[in-house]
């Protein structure tokens, strides 16, 4: 049983949760990764990903938001929903969880967007937090062979509804819109850890699925 540790507890201080029950919040985040059919999009990356904001932020970020996101941006997910709608739940579910522990508005509002950025991963120019939570979630495109090749057994297992042939065109598409991109990591330090062996282990899939 995943149990609520400093990374939730100090986010939530720093958010200014003052209220509620902070673990049945936490319980409730667990049992939702641990829904039936999640392989990637589980509690093991939303920890993962929490760990990257971590690694990555600064003095002067507000890592805290980008933590709670990091939290809840898969809080919902169903492999047959329009692209975005899994997001925009996710927001929903994080503002509900987060204003019962009276995290302030302003924190809400951060939290609930950057949920929503990564749907796109394609945060703005001056956008620090969303940077910093968009390539925490896309680290994983910057790992070893091994865990990359299982990563991409555990995505096709969430899409196990999908054929064979259709699988291999949507992929195709969503790796060759990442490859396309001139960066795939908007931090200096998310680019310097991960650009090339992401770019490399793409590359590699692509083959595969030729």
């Known amino acids: 049983m995943h149990e609520p540790d400093d990374r939730w507890g100090a986010a939530l201080d720093a958010a200014g949760a003052h209220t509620g029950d902070r673990f049945a919040a ?3 985040l667990v049992a939702r990764h641990g829904e039936p059919g999640r392989h990637h999009h589980d509690f093991d990356h939303a920890s993962d990903v929490v760990d ?8 002067g970020d507000d890592w805290a938001v980008a933590v709670l996101a990091g939290w809840y941006h898969d809080a919902v997910h169903d492999p047959r929903a329009p692209r975005g709608a899994n997001e925009g739940a996710s927001a929903v579910v994080a503002f509900d ?32 937090a969303g940077a910093v939570l968009c390539d925490a979630d896309l680290s994983i495109l910057g790992a070893d062979d091994e865990r990359y090749d299982r990563y991409v057994c555990d995505v096709r297992a969430e899409y196990a509804h ?24 908007h931090t200096i330090v998310g680019r310097d850890r991960w650009e090339a062996t992401a770019r490399a282990n793409i590359s590699r899939e692509l083959t595969s699925l030729a």
């Open 26 to 28: 936490f319980a409730d």
């Open 52 to 59: 990257a904001v971590l690694g990555m932020h600064s003095q």
């Open 162 to 185: 999908v054929d064979d042939d259709a699988w291999r065109d949507g992929r195709r598409s969503v790796l060759r819109s990442f490859l396309d991109r001139p960066r795939l990591f």
């Open 97 to 128: 969880a987060l204003s019962s522990l009276g995290v302030t508005l302003t924190a809400l509002g951060a939290i609930t967007r950057l949920v929503c950025l990564t749907a796109s991963h394609e945060p703005g120019p001056t956008d620090r």
